[in-house]
């Protein structure tokens, strides 16, 4: 874990040195990613799969190596099953209006979970509004982790498909997605797992989990932006209808009629972001290099030591303080019983150059429950350490006495 490798972190804000804590958000680039994006664009830029010229066939090369990176780094069994998308809200609306045009009538039903993101909400209430479906989620406990009892009990005749990210992006909770996957299997009900916010810090295998589909976005991962990822096993990737139509993700096209590519093109209308795939298999190249037991154990020591840290200020209150985290730690500071608006505190944090987020981190719904007007976000990447969580300890309770 080299800091040195990320060149935006030797920037300075407002003439303090950049600590950056917003990577749920996006996370910074290593300069291999810099480095693949310059050399794509300087030599061999070309429109992919169609060229029988030398560039273009370069460009293909480098496209699809790229989706072999990205299934050997999920553990997909084919890299036909990985779909290039934009990212994790285009994955998922890609599979809402695909699974819906196939498999969703009057009065069925579809289960997400009490702390997604409107990525993981939205495109299933569009669904369900189009087809008068239902749209249920599972419930809270009180400590804000998923009420798995509640869930049993959701899960009928009428449920189509369940929906539920493996990590909260603004609490960090783990979410027991082994145990979802295994009760709704038990009624061949299939699973789509958002992946935003955990395979960017932990190994997720699709076959071992089991899951049906899993989306995610390549610049939570040190990639680039504007380049995600749907995986879906082949056999419901299959029965299901292409969402755009164009070029690419045909075989013919008739007047008569037009007949539909295979897999994974079916779901590629146009041309790919193929830079953005080449660019996205060197960030998997450069976490693999750092490795997984060391990119975890890192994140995990961080978390609880920022936890800790943070648990020593009066007036902190830390949500979900002591599960199972992936990198975020999400809190709000009050004075006596009055909360400190997050946006305050996230301000003065930001002028002495540390970025964290604040907000309802689009999960208004979690936002709601917890009865806050949001929390200030803290959320770490592979290349932060302590000094990181130090400095933005000695900011916060500077922001404190200022706003007390
Ligand atoms: N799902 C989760 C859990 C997220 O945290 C995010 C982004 O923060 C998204 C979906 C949407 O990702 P993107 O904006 O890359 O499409």
Redesign the pocket.
Known sequence: MNRNDFPILTEQVHHRPLVYLDN??TSQKPQAVVDAIVEAYSHWNSNIHRGVHHLSQVATIHHEEARQAVARFIHADSSDEIIFTK????SLNALAFSFGEAFIHEGDEIIVSGVE?H??IVPWQMLCERKKAVLRHIPLREDLSLDIEAFRGLLGDRTRLVSV?QVS?VLGIINPIEEIIRLAHERHIPVCI?G??SVPHMQVDVQALDCDFLAF?G??MYGPTGI?VLYGKREWLNRLPPHEGGGEMIHHVRWSGTTYNDLPYKFEAGTPNFVGSYALHRAIDYMLSVGWPAIEKHERELTEYCESRLGDIDGVRIYAAGQPKAGVVSFNLYAGNQLIHPFDIGTLLDQQGVAVRTGHH?AEPLIDEMQVPGTVRVSFGLYNDKSDVDAFITALRKAQMMLS
């Open positions: 749920a958000a990212g994790t809200t285009d993101h990525s993981n990210a992006n958002d935003a916010q976005s610049h939570k995600g689009c």
